[in-house]
């Protein structure tokens, strides 16, 4: 998959925007605040309908304008498309492909696969599970639509059961018949959930530790530990023996939305047991394999961005990843970076061929393909 262009209105500091790709190696570079990331987030918005920075739609509206306009042609498998996503307050979010718009968004996840590195990446070491059920959900909903439509009738499912608890601390009256019905349903819908995440980590694991041993001088053993409820398959007894406790606290407390992933090194918590190296291939090393396995689902080669990713990375690391993302096994390619010294040191060392965008204050200064020098 291939983004050949992109122009922006009135999207986040950028009034507007017009450039065109190199279909592999894409650079950018300049101060912090620039608008590097936004390029990015816009990428992200066309692919995966949302920001990966901020949930609120119209916070990425630039300050004083009413609309943002973000647009592009995207090939996939040498069949071009026109890709845009438009948000004007007060309006919902329109995604529209070769100019139809979509009568569900999530018709659109997986459309336009992509994979995107970032410092926000470590919300999933030192956050809550609902981050790394988060990650999962998108890594595996992207080639999987029957997971997504099943995630989706399993939030609907909860939030009625949880509404019903509600009106039944405000009221003390209780419709049970309502309340098994929602029940049966995070169990019909949450059973095949749990299913697939144990099925896609067994697959994901292994290539999680393969890149993670790519990044590392030395061996050390990582994981990552699947935790749910779902496991018991008494599930009916279990959501009975929490009714006393779902009346007092108001929500549903059994069910796949409290599955847990617990990430570890050296069989300790990664939190509180690994280095900011360390940690910094951890997360890498989950989205390249993520990358892996969706580039295998889709039989494509999803578009990969790297957000500020040298930022904790020894030398070495630095060339490692360079040097493993740069291969055969990926496709296009967008990387920021605040130090424009370190990119071009780096093309260079790894004689990479790269367009470079230069940017400053929402405008792009100056465009250059980068050639090496032959050694």
């Known amino acids: 998959m291939i983004f050949r262009n992109l122009s922006l209105f009135n999207f986040k500091n950028f009034e507007t925007l017009d450039i065109n790709f190199g279909t592999g190696l894409n650079c950018f570079v300049g101060h912090n ?55 004007q307050s007060g309006k919902k979010k329109d995604i529209r492909v070769d100019k139809k718009e979509h009568e569900k968004l999530s018709e659109h996840i997986g459309l336009f696969p992509l994979v995107m590195i970032s410092p926000n990446d470590s919300d999933l070491i030192y956050d809550s599970n609902e981050v790394r059920r988060k990650f999962f959900n998108t ?10 439509k099943h995630l989706i009738a399993y ?28 029940t049966a349903q995070l169990i019909e819908h949450g059973q095949p959930i749990y ?15 393969k890149h993670y041993s790519s ?43 409290k599955d847990g992933f617990l990430l570890t090194i050296f069989d300790k918590p990664l939190k509180r047991h690994g280095s900011q190296g360390q940690q910094k291939s951890f997360l890498i090393a989950l989205k390249l394999a993520q990358y892996d396995l969706l580039a295998d689902q889709k039989k494509l080669k999803p578009v990969l961005l790297l957000d500020d990713v040298f ?13 493993n993302v740069a291969g055969a096994n990926y496709g296009q390619l967008f990387i920021t970076d605040a130090r424009p010294e370190r990119t071009r040191s780096l093309l260079k060392d790894n004689q990479l061929k790269a367009r470079i965008f230069e940017i400053e204050k929402g405008k792009v200064l100056k465009t250059s393909d980068y050639e090496p020098t032959k050694k």
């Open 139 to 148: 890594a595996i909903s992207q080639a999987n639509k029957a997971y997504l």
């Open 195 to 209: 299913e697939e995440r144990k099925k896609y980590l067994s697959q994901f694991l292994n290539l999680f530790e």
């Open 311 to 323: 930022d904790k990375l020894d030398d070495e690391r630095m060339l490692k990843l360079l040097k």
């Open 155 to 182: 939030g609907y499912a909860l939030k009625n059961r949880n509404a019903l608890l509600k009106q039944f601390s405000e009221s003390g009256k209780l419709d049970n018949d309502l309340l098994q019905a929602y």
């Open 33 to 87: 605040g620039a608008g590097k990331t936004n390029i990015l987030d816009a990428l992200h918005y066309l692919s995966m309908t949302k920001s990966s920075i901020n949930a609120v739609d119209n916070a990425n509206i630039k300050f004083d304008e009413e609309l943002f306009l973000i647009k592009s042609s995207i090939e996939v498998d040498t069949k071009k498309h026109k890709v845009s996503c438009s948000i």
């Open 215 to 257: 990044l590392q001088s030395q061996n050390e053993p990582v994981s990552i530990t699947y935790e749910s409820q779902f496991e018991d398959q008494n599930l009916e007894q279990q959501y009975k023996s929490s009714l006393q406790k779902d009346k007092v606290l108001q929500r549903t407390n059994v069910g796949i939305h």
